[in-house]
């Protein structure tokens, strides 16, 4: 018969005698390194900070780091080192790249490489392995950022093999939470250097890399026209290099600004960046703002007097418009219904136009900031 068909309880089991009573540990002291704790070894606590290079003091409405791949990559990186964006790294193969004045906290040399060669499969080939050295210098020395602009020269074989490491970027962004993208910032061959296949070649399949992701090109031969018997060769690309981070850095700072008349915000921003494709940027001063044509030389003298690829038809996803003035010319009606009719202008010319305008005590002229997004392929 089974004990189920009982309604029953079994007695409890008395305790056995022989078990011996557990001492009571409430006061017992504790040896931590009985754990084996990690902030034994330094792996956590603030020595994980150590490697952080310093902030950036560059005022922007993003945050954001700058990588420089190659050795034109490193020079472009180096002016934004140079106006205040310390979260900047340089990357090589070779330590010849590195331009000189920078500290060694800022640079990454790829071990075993002397140098690529102009080779693009073999610079793709020696990033795809040490992939793991460049995302753990990212996370040891930028730590978090949002957006990260990775600048790199066409023709070479280490900046024109970037794109191989769009993957250990995105990877990097996405373990830090990062609300941004990445930024390509790449350059283009002057006429001259074009004349070898082998720069051509690779800057081409550059090109063709980036197309659709977010991306600048800088044509070296604008630069070369733009500033040739104003600047003499040894300090062309330095000066270049100068002028486009500062012209960079005008558009973060002044989506930081607040404007009595019009601002552009850092989410007018973000949602400019986040198109694919390429962006274009340029600038000009009007010394006589007082004009119906306002809104043509504006667009006219940012499309032509930029170092960048202008876009040559059809219309980008979205543009910005920023206008520094001063105090007489916003207060004057005439002026004011000009830049009114400026913005306007520059606004049928894409799909969608943010715009800001900022008021200075002094300035020399109208100073224009003109942003484009999101050009078509081949446009």
Known sequence: MSTDEFDFALPATEPSQDKKKEPNRYDEEVDVSDFGLLEDFGIIGNSIDEDLLPENEAVSSLSCAFVGVGGGGSKMAKAFIDIGFNRTLLVNTTAKDVPDGIKEEHTV???????????????????????????????????????????????????????????????????????????????????????????????????????????????????????RGKVGMLGLFPYANSALAKLLAQVLKLSTEVSPIQSFDSKDLETCLSNPRRMFIGSTIIQEPNTVKLGSMIMHNCLNRSVCLPPSAGKPKTGTLLLIASEEMVADPKISKHLEAAISYVGGRTETLFSGIYVRKSVPGLIAILCMNGIERGK
């Open 109 to 227: 040399l790829i071990p075993n490489s002397d140098g690529i060669g102009k080779d693009v499969a073999h610079g793709k080939s020696v990033f795809e392995s040490n992939s793991a050295v460049i995302e753990d210098a990212l996370r040891t020395k930028i730590g978090r950022t949002d957006w990260l602009f990775v600048l790199a020269g066409g023709g070479g074989g280490t900046g024109s093999s970037v794109v191989a490491l769009d993957k250990v970027f995105n990877r990097y962004l996405a373990s830090v939470q990062a609300s941004g993208r990445v930024i390509y910032i790449v350059s283009w061959p002057t006429a001259q250097e074009n004349l070898n296949p082998t720069i051509a070649r690779n800057a081409l399949s550059l090109l063709n890399d980036v197309a659709d992701l977010p991306h600048i090109v800088i044509d070296n031969e604008r630069q070369s026209k733009l500033l």
